[in-house]
Every structure is written in structure tokens, then in C-alpha cells.
């Protein structure tokens, strides 16, 4: 494992077994000294106790105490995991000793890039399907004994903790310690911790609404308050009431605002864990940045050549951005005069490269102290590392942010918010803040959801600034100025408030909660917003006039693991006959990113991109990669690598696409629930039914071409531009379906096929036919039949 590379070489060379067991022993100690360390541990009785009495804990800790990997732990020696059969002891787990005998279908154990992918390639109907099942609506049992879930807003905070937490107790991940999210299940019947992302715990919810495969579950990062976390919090609440004393909640929080929580589950007891925090030098610009990006590249160089030794955190907005920063950065840097480019980790390093505060009890290499102490005194490190993390690195490349930086080197982490709170990076002492987020925002009136780059809020800044004193004194460059900063909102508001709810509100409908007005939210959403929602799930056949799900429709919508629009997309597929394609699009979409887009070599990607290219639109054009991914032989990596550099094409997030793709298929295709039954024909070379198709889901985001060369979305009204990326730029259709919208300096329309205009009265009678009446009418029927349900 990446570990293993870092050992010093002889041990290496050695290829010695007991000498690696030596030092697999002595890691396995030197961790669980600094798990000693964490300020969780000094509680750890204490929560015990409480969580004895209460059936609700909210459990209060600044970020990198040690909650979210050391309190599962607990909880487990504790027995809060184990149901009857209570096997193995693992509060100090013996190195990976159990049997792995049971678990065939662990994927986490194969070293490849895509571990699930492969996993699940190979699997075939067999195990791989039940697997599916489970990752899409939670159907695994959990042999017998209880588990703890524990829930992450984001996929890279569930992935990497679990991956810490398994290394903690000595086990390969997905056995003890396993993590679910969509479209990737790395757990198995041995599993008793499982990180997950807060949807999918939801997902799971809608199979067992009583999570009764769960004895406890924790909502971590709670103070985030995304709209999953928050139903789930609504959810769990009603749990509590029928499970009774069987069952604990944790929530956890990074922030100070646990009465919120207290109020609002009865019974609940607060505790708090108080982390170490060193002094950090908050510094701001003199005068707005025009371009944060290049500011923040700036900074991180001007950090690395004049301040002492410390990694430096910059926090990004997302993938595009990061992947853009790491270029620049690279190029930057081995323009450098003195700074040699990135070596691998090799080098000629004498000494271990531990950081963190002198050397509590590093066996036989005391010197970590001694060697960080000369570092500085010789100077600044050298070499500048530049690591970026976001949910679509592989596995491996997401643990090198854990990994000490080598001696004389210094790690540049480009993060999106997930650094925030949700994951804590040893060895930061530099924090570089654009201030600003990727954010949801949704316009109920116009029924219009974006992701859109906004500022943070103070509470983001300072919970940025404080990541770089969490082993000493540290400094934050805020690439902003101090009145700009004065004028943030003070927090965030919960996402609920501003989302797009109709995946929501359809997953409380398909669990039997037709009230959705009257939920027990913690903070209701907006009233429009529900009604919007229910209107456009009413509008895709999923919701009947009395606001009842449908069988058809709304009940296999609810099943499917993607938004209802794409759902109604593959749904309405598999009765035009292209089902294949449907998905194949569907599968790209979830991917993210495929197209690798450099600037400097726009002609040449430009130039690759023209063989897939497809005059009717960017689906089309996404299935013709995805085609041309297919047909390369699957067995040789070398080929389909060579492929994707070949035509500027993202090879994982084509490895990602084609597993989704794969699990999609066993899905629609299955024909026992939570499989749909449905026939998988594929169009062939016709493209008309999958646009057909498409527009059956997407035609709330339909929009008309205006003299001016804009479009109009036909739904509200709005004015919006197609993207730069858009293939249909150079030939507008007058008529076209859009995937998103992305507010930057303008409003644009991603992701987009021609269809017909005509086709949207038929394809989408309740919203089309009759203009507005018939949809007001479904309005108000179904707004009505939630007033009827309360
Ligand atoms: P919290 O949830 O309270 O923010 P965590 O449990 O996530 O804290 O982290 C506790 C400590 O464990 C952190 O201080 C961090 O240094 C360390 N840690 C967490 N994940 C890793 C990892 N993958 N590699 C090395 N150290 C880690
Ligand atoms: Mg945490």
C-alpha cells in the first residue's frame, strides 16, 4: 500500500516479512498513540455514560478532535455495534487477523485505481447484483448484528475517514469498517462501522424506515445542515419514537450551536469536547482580487518561498477549478529558478518524515522533532508537493493528502469546502481562503435550481482560518479584503431552504408521508419551494392528483438512485425503445468531468473531440464517447488509457461512468424489486427516441431560441445562454432540453439536445397541453390533496 512506499528503503528492499510486520506494528502503535492524543479521548467515559442514559446525544467538538473516526471506535468496544452474535474483539484489534472468509465481495481490497469498478466488473450476477441493491436502495442485510451508521455530507469525507478508521483498527476496509455511497457499496456482512453519505442513509430508509439494521446511527457534521442531513434528522426523529430504547442518535457538530438540536429531539443531552486551537494570523488583501484563482496561486507560491516549514491548505471551489490550479501551479513552479519540480517520494530522505508536535513515543526514529527542528533551521523546504483532493481522485490518490510531506518538501492540498470541517489534514500551518463556495440555490419561484460560486460565510472563513492552527501557531491568507469579510452573512443558511426539493419530497412520499407540508422539519422550507416540488414530481407522472405516489411512475422514480427528471428520462426510454442509450447518458452524466480540457492545448482537444461530436446535441455526444470507451477491449488498461489521453478524455470518470453504468443496467433490468423489470432495447443509430426520451424528463428545463441568439426557458420565463462547452453553439436548434443551469457572469444552460417543440405538449401533457391552466390545475389538486392529507 502507498504506506509501504514511504518506509525507509531497507525495509523496502528487504521484501523480509517479519521486518514488515516490524514495522506494520510500529505504525499500528505510533497511530494509536496519537489516536491517545486526541481531545475525544479524554471524554470518551463520559459520552459512554451518557449515551447509556440517552437515547439522543449531541455531541459538540472543534474540528480535529477526534469525533468522527474516535467516537464510532467507542462505541463499538462499547458494544453499542454488536447485536447478539457480537464477534471479535476490535477496540484493539490484533493486525487484521479475523477471517476474511466471508466477505467475497469486499472490493476494497484490490489496489487498481477504481476499486468498486472492478469489484463490481467482475462480480457478475451474482454477488454484484445483491451489491447494487444495496448501494441503490439499501437492501443488505448486515448478518444478524447491529451497526453503526455514520453519516458525511460529502462522498470524500466518508471514503477517507472509513479508510482511516479500518487502518486504526487494523482491518482492510470494508470488512469491520466499511463506506456507502451512491453507486459504491465497500461493506460486507462483518461490517459494524459504516461512513456513508447522508443520502444514501436516506435511500436506505426508504426499504427500512425504521433503520433497524442500525442499533445506533450518527449524524456527523450536522452543523452543515444539508437538506439530506435535515430530513434525516426529521426522519430519525420519528425513528426514535417507534424504536425506543433499541436505538441511539449522535449528532455532531463542529460548531457551537447545539441547543438548536437539544430543542429539538426530546430528551436529548448535550456534551462537549474541547479541541486544542493555536493562535492564527488572519491576513486580507489591500484590494479586491479580480481573479481569486491566480491570487490563490500566488499566495500558496509566496507562502513556499518565504515561510518556514507547514503544508499549505487552499481551499477551491471545485473539481474544474482544482484540476486548473494544479496545472498552473506545476507550470509556475518548475519555472522556479531554485525549486525543483515535484519528485516522487524517493528522494534521498534519511530520516521519517513525521510532523505534528516532537515525537511522542516514535519508537527508534526519536528524531522526528530534531529533524523538523533542523529543517528550519537550514530553511525553507525545497520542493513544493501540489496534492489535490475532490470525490473523483481514486482512493490512493485521496489518502496522499494524509501522508506526511517527505523531509525538505512541503504539500500544497488544493481542497474544495470538504477541508473545512469534514476531514482534518495533519501538518497544515497555512491556510489559503478564496472565499469562496460552490452552493446550491434554488429559485422556487422560477422552479429553477443552479450550483453557482458564492461567497462563504463568516462562520466558513473562520472555520478556513482555523485549520492552520491546529498543531501550532499558523496564518490564514484571505484573499479578500477586511471590509469584505465585514460584509459576509454571519452563517449559512440550511440548504433546505434552498434546494430543489422534489427528490425529497419524493422519497417521504414513496415512505408514506403524504403530508409533506406538515413534516417535522427542523427548519421547514419554504412553503413555494414544497409546492413547486410537488408540481413538478406531479407533472412527470409521479404524484397523482391527490398528491398520492403513483405505481407506474412515482414509485419506480423513488427506487432509482438518480434525480426524478433523469428517472423520468429512463423510464420513459425503456418504453421508446432506447433504454441502452438512456442509460449509457444517464451514466456519463453522473460521471462528472469527462472531458479533459487544458487551455494551452485547446486546439488539439478541440480537434480530438470532433469524431464524437453530434450535431444534435451533448448527450449525444457524451453516448458517443461513452460507445467509443465501450468497444475497446475491457481487459487492457493499456489500450483504453492510451484511448482517453488520445482524445483528452478523463479515464475516471469514463471507469466511473462505465460502473454506473453497469449498476444502472442490473437495476432497470432486475425483476424483483428493488430492480425495476424494465426492457433494455438499444435505437441503434436513430436518434430521435432518446431525444424523445430526454425531453419526457427534462422538459421543465425546455427553453426556445430568441432572436438575440439566447434561449428562454420555456417553464419561467428566464433568459439563459447556452455554455461555451456546448457542441450546439455552432448551430442553434430552436428548440432544446438543458441539463442544469451554472450562474457565473451570466446564466448558462449545461449539456443540452435539440428536440422539437412540438414533442413537449405530448411528452408532457400536465405541462404542456393547454399552457398554464392544466398545470395550475395540477397545482392546486395537488397542493389540495396535501392540504386534504393534513
Ligand atoms: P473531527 O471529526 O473531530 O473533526 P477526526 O476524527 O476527523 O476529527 O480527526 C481526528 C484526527 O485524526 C485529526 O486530528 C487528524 O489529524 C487525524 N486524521 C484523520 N484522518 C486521518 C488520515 N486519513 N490520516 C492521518 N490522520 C488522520
Ligand atoms: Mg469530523
Given at each position: 500500500?502507498?504506506?509501504?512506499?514511504?518506509?525507509?528503503?531497507?525495509?523496502?528492499?528487504?521484501?523480509?516479512?517479519?521486518?514488515?510486520?516490524?514495522?506494520?506494528?510500529?505504525?499500528?502503535?505510533?497511530?494509536?498513540?496519537?489516536?491517545?492524543?486526541?481531545?475525544?479521548?479524554?471524554?470518551?467515559?463520559?459520552?459512554?455514560?451518557?449515551?447509556?442514559?440517552?437515547?439522543?446525544?449531541?455531541?459538540?467538538?472543534?474540528?480535529?478532535?477526534?469525533?468522527?473516526?474516535?467516537?464510532?471506535?467507542?462505541?463499538?468496544?462499547?458494544?453499542?455495534?454488536?447485536?447478539?452474535?457480537?464477534?471479535?474483539?476490535?477496540?484493539?484489534?490484533?493486525?487484521?487477523?479475523?477471517?476474511?472468509?466471508?466477505?467475497?465481495?469486499?472490493?476494497?481490497?484490490?489496489?487498481?485505481?477504481?476499486?468498486?469498478?472492478?469489484?463490481?466488473?467482475?462480480?457478475?450476477?451474482?454477488?454484484?447484483?445483491?451489491?447494487?441493491?444495496?448501494?441503490?436502495?439499501?437492501?443488505?442485510?448486515?448478518?444478524?448484528?447491529?451497526?453503526?451508521?455514520?453519516?458525511?455530507?460529502?462522498?470524500?469525507?466518508?471514503?477517507?475517514?472509513?479508510?482511516?478508521?479500518?487502518?486504526?483498527?487494523?482491518?482492510?476496509?470494508?470488512?469491520?469498517?466499511?463506506?456507502?455511497?451512491?453507486?459504491?457499496?465497500?461493506?460486507?456482512?462483518?461490517?459494524?462501522?459504516?461512513?456513508?453519505?447522508?443520502?444514501?442513509?436516506?435511500?436506505?430508509?426508504?426499504?427500512?424506515?425504521?433503520?433497524?439494521?442500525?442499533?445506533?446511527?450518527?449524524?456527523?457534521?450536522?452543523?452543515?445542515?444539508?437538506?439530506?442531513?435535515?430530513?434525516?434528522?426529521?426522519?430519525?426523529?420519528?425513528?426514535?419514537?417507534?424504536?425506543?430504547?433499541?436505538?441511539?442518535?449522535?449528532?455532531?457538530?463542529?460548531?457551537?450551536?447545539?441547543?438548536?438540536?437539544?430543542?429539538?429531539?426530546?430528551?436529548?443531552?448535550?456534551?462537549?469536547?474541547?479541541?486544542?486551537?493555536?493562535?492564527?494570523?488572519?491576513?486580507?488583501?489591500?484590494?479586491?482580487?479580480?481573479?481569486?484563482?491566480?491570487?490563490?496561486?500566488?499566495?500558496?507560491?509566496?507562502?513556499?518561498?518565504?515561510?518556514?516549514?507547514?503544508?499549505?491548505?487552499?481551499?477551491?471551489?471545485?473539481?474544474?477549478?482544482?484540476?486548473?490550479?494544479?496545472?498552473?501551479?506545476?507550470?509556475?513552479?518548475?519555472?522556479?529558478?531554485?525549486?525543483?519540480?515535484?519528485?516522487?517520494?524517493?528522494?534521498?530522505a534519511e530520516l521519517p518524515g513525521e510532523e505534528g508536535e516532537g515525537g511522542g513515543g516514535a519508537e527508534g526514529e526519536g528524531g522526528a522533532a530534531a529533524a523538523a527542528a533542523a529543517a528550519a533551521a537550514v530553511g525553507r523546504p525545497r520542493e513544493l508537493l501540489v496534492l489535490p483532493i475532490y470525490a473523483a481522485l481514486p482512493p490512493e490518490q485521496q489518502m496522499k493528502v494524509f501522508e506526511p510531506a517527505p523531509p525538505g518538501t512541503r504539500k500544497a492540498i488544493l481542497a474544495t469546502n470538504i477541508a473545512e470541517t469534514s476531514i482534518t489534514i495533519p501538518g497544515v500551518r497555512y491556510v489559503v481562503d478564496t472565499g469562496h463556495v460552490k452552493s446550491r440555490d434554488y429559485n422556487a419561484k422560477l422552479g429553477l435550481e443552479s450550483l453557482a460560486?458564492?461567497?462563504?460565510?463568516?462562520?466558513?472563513?473562520?472555520?478556513?482560518?482555523?485549520?492552520?492552527?491546529?498543531?501550532?501557531?499558523?496564518?490564514?491568507?484571505?484573499?479578500?479584503?477586511?471590509?469584505?469579510?465585514?460584509?459576509?452573512?454571519?452563517?449559512?443558511?440550511?440548504?433546505?431552504?434552498?434546494?430543489?426539493?422534489?427528490?425529497?419530497?419524493?422519497?417521504?412520499?414513496?415512505?408514506?408521508?403524504?403530508?409533506?407540508?406538515?413534516?417535522?422539519?427542523?427548519?421547514?422550507?419554504?412553503?413555494?419551494?414544497?409546492?413547486?416540488?410537488?408540481?413538478?414530481?406531479?407533472?412527470?407522472?409521479?404524484?397523482?392528483?391527490?398528491?398520492?405516489?403513483?405505481?407506474?411512475?412515482?414509485?419506480?422514480?423513488?427506487?432509482?438512485?438518480?434525480?426524478?427528471?433523469?428517472?423520468?428520462?429512463?423510464?420513459?426510454?425503456?418504453?421508446?425503445?432506447?433504454?441502452?442509450?438512456?442509460?449509457?447518458?444517464?451514466?456519463?452524466?453522473?460521471?462528472?468531468?469527462?472531458?479533459?480540457?487544458?487551455?494551452?492545448?485547446?486546439?488539439?482537444?478541440?480537434?480530438?473531440?470532433?469524431?464524437?461530436?453530434?450535431?444534435?446535441?451533448?448527450?449525444?455526444?457524451?453516448?458517443?464517447?461513452?460507445?467509443?470507451?465501450?468497444?475497446?477491449?475491457?481487459?487492457?488498461?493499456?489500450?483504453?488509457?492510451?484511448?482517453?489521453?488520445?482524445?483528452?478524455?478523463?479515464?475516471?470518470?469514463?471507469?466511473?461512468?462505465?460502473?454506473?453504468?453497469?449498476?444502472?443496467?442490473?437495476?432497470?433490468?432486475?425483476?424483483?424489486?428493488?430492480?425495476?423489470?424494465?426492457?433494455?432495447?438499444?435505437?441503434?443509430?436513430?436518434?430521435?427516441?432518446?431525444?424523445?426520451?430526454?425531453?419526457?424528463?427534462?422538459?421543465?428545463?425546455?427553453?426556445?431560441?430568441?432572436?438575440?441568439?439566447?434561449?428562454?426557458?420555456?417553464?419561467?420565463?428566464?433568459?439563459?445562454?447556452?455554455?461555451?462547452?456546448?457542441?450546439?453553439?455552432?448551430?442553434?436548434?430552436?428548440?432544446?432540453?438543458?441539463?442544469?443551469?451554472?450562474?457565473?457572469?451570466?446564466?448558462?444552460?449545461?449539456?443540452?439536445?435539440?428536440?422539437?417543440?412540438?414533442?413537449?405538449?405530448?411528452?408532457?401533457?400536465?405541462?404542456?397541453?393547454?399552457?398554464?391552466?392544466?398545470?395550475?390545475?395540477?397545482?392546486?389538486?395537488?397542493?389540495?390533496?396535501?392540504?386534504?392529507?393534513?
Open positions: 500500500n502507498d504506506y509501504e512506499n514511504q518506509r525507509p528503503k531497507k525495509q523496502r528492499r528487504s521484501g523480509d516479512l517479519r521486518e514488515n510486520d516490524a514495522a506494520a506494528a510500529e505504525r499500528r502503535r505510533r497511530i494509536d498513540a496519537e489516536r491517545r492524543q486526541l481531545p475525544a479521548w479524554a471524554a470518551r467515559d463520559k459520552l459512554l455514560a451518557l449515551l447509556q442514559q440517552h437515547r439522543t446525544l449531541v455531541l459538540v467538538g472543534e474540528t480535529g478532535s477526534g469525533k468522527t473516526t474516535q467516537i464510532p471506535q467507542f462505541l463499538l468496544s462499547a458494544k453499542f455495534g454488536r447485536g447478539g452474535s457480537g464477534k471479535g474483539g476490535l477496540a484493539n484489534g490484533s493486525a487484521g487477523g479475523t477471517s476474511h472468509g466471508g466477505a467475497s465481495n469486499s472490493p476494497g481490497q484490490g489496489g487498481t485505481p477504481d476499486e468498486a469498478g472492478d469489484g463490481d466488473a467482475a462480480a457478475g450476477p451474482g454477488p454484484g447484483s445483491a451489491r447494487t441493491a444495496a448501494t441503490a436502495a439499501g437492501g443488505r442485510g448486515h448478518g444478524g448484528g447491529h451497526c453503526i451508521a455514520v453519516t458525511q455530507p460529502r462522498r470524500v469525507a466518508a471514503m477517507t475517514v472509513a479508510r482511516r478508521v479500518a487502518e486504526e483498527m487494523g482491518t482492510k476496509i470494508g470488512q469491520q469498517v466499511g463506506y456507502a455511497i451512491r453507486f459504491e457499496d465497500v461493506t460486507s456482512p462483518a461490517t459494524r462501522i459504516k461512513y456513508m453519505t447522508d443520502g444514501l442513509l436516506l435511500r436506505e430508509a426508504l426499504v427500512d424506515p425504521l433503520l433497524s439494521r442500525y442499533r445506533v446511527v450518527i449524524i456527523d457534521e450536522a452543523h452543515e445542515r444539508t437538506v439530506h442531513t435535515d430530513v434525516l434528522l426529521g426522519l430519525i426523529k420519528g425513528v426514535q419514537a417507534r424504536r425506543g430504547d433499541d436505538f441511539r442518535l449522535v449528532v455532531m457538530s463542529a460548531t457551537l450551536d447545539a441547543a438548536r438540536f437539544v430543542d429539538y429531539f426530546p430528551g436529548a443531552v448535550a456534551a462537549l469536547v474541547r479541541g486544542r486551537q493555536f493562535p492564527v494570523q488572519v491576513l486580507y488583501t489591500a484590494r479586491p482580487e479580480d481573479n481569486y484563482l491566480d491570487a490563490a496561486i500566488n499566495a500558496t507560491l509566496q507562502v513556499h518561498q518565504d515561510e518556514p516549514e507547514g503544508d499549505v491548505l487552499v481551499f477551491l471551489t471545485g473539481q474544474d477549478e482544482i484540476d486548473s490550479a494544479e496545472r498552473l501551479l506545476k507550470d509556475r513552479l518548475s519555472s522556479l529558478p531554485a525549486a525543483a519540480r515535484m519528485a516522487g517520494v524517493g528522494g534521498a460560486v458564492v461567497p462563504v460565510s463568516q462562520a466558513q472563513a473562520r472555520q478556513r482560518s482555523g485549520r492552520a492552527g491546529r498543531e501550532g501557531p499558523g496564518k490564514a491568507y484571505r484573499l479578500y479584503t477586511e471590509s469584505d469579510f465585514s460584509q459576509l452573512a454571519a452563517t449559512t443558511p440550511p440548504e433546505i431552504t434552498r434546494c430543489n426539493l422534489a427528490s425529497v419530497v419524493l422519497q417521504l412520499k414513496a415512505m408514506g408521508i403524504d403530508d409533506v407540508l406538515g413534516f417535522d422539519f427542523m427548519d421547514p422550507p419554504p412553503r413555494t419551494a414544497i409546492l413547486r416540488s410537488l408540481e413538478l414530481l406531479f407533472a412527470l407522472g409521479a404524484l397523482d392528483t391527490s398528491g398520492k405516489l403513483t405505481e407506474e411512475v412515482g414509485l419506480r422514480l423513488s427506487r432509482l438512485p438518480v434525480d426524478p427528471m433523469f428517472g423520468r428520462v429512463l423510464l420513459a426510454a425503456a418504453g421508446l425503445g432506447c433504454g441502452v442509450e438512456a442509460l449509457a447518458v444517464v451514466a456519463m452524466v453522473s460521471a462528472d468531468n469527462v472531458f479533459h480540457t487544458p487551455r494551452q492545448k485547446e486546439a488539439e482537444w478541440r480537434a480530438a473531440r470532433i469524431k464524437f461530436l453530434s450535431r444534435e446535441g451533448d448527450h449525444l455526444t457524451l453516448l458517443n464517447v461513452f460507445r467509443g470507451f465501450m468497444e475497446l477491449p475491457k481487459e487492457s488498461n493499456k489500450a483504453r488509457t492510451s484511448w482517453c489521453s488520445d482524445n483528452f478524455i478523463n479515464i475516471r470518470a469514463m471507469r466511473k461512468a462505465e460502473d454506473i453504468y453497469t449498476q444502472l443496467v442490473r437495476f432497470m433490468g432486475h425483476p424483483s424489486p428493488p430492480g425495476l423489470g424494465l426492457p433494455l432495447a438499444t435505437c441503434g443509430d436513430e436518434t430521435t427516441p432518446l431525444r424523445r426520451a430526454l425531453t419526457a424528463g427534462l422538459f421543465p428545463h425546455a427553453a426556445r431560441l430568441q432572436p438575440d441568439g439566447s434561449y428562454r426557458v420555456i417553464a419561467t420565463g428566464r433568459q439563459v445562454f447556452l455554455h461555451p462547452t456546448s457542441v450546439l453553439l455552432e448551430r442553434k436548434p430552436d428548440c432544446l432540453v438543458f441539463n442544469e443551469l451554472m450562474h457565473t457572469s451570466r446564466t448558462y444552460a449545461r449539456d443540452a439536445t435539440a428536440i422539437e417543440a412540438r414533442w413537449l405538449p405530448e411528452l408532457a401533457p400536465a405541462f404542456f397541453a393547454a399552457k398554464a391552466s392544466a398545470a395550475t390545475a395540477g397545482v392546486s389538486a395537488v397542493a389540495a390533496g396535501a392540504a386534504a392529507a393534513r
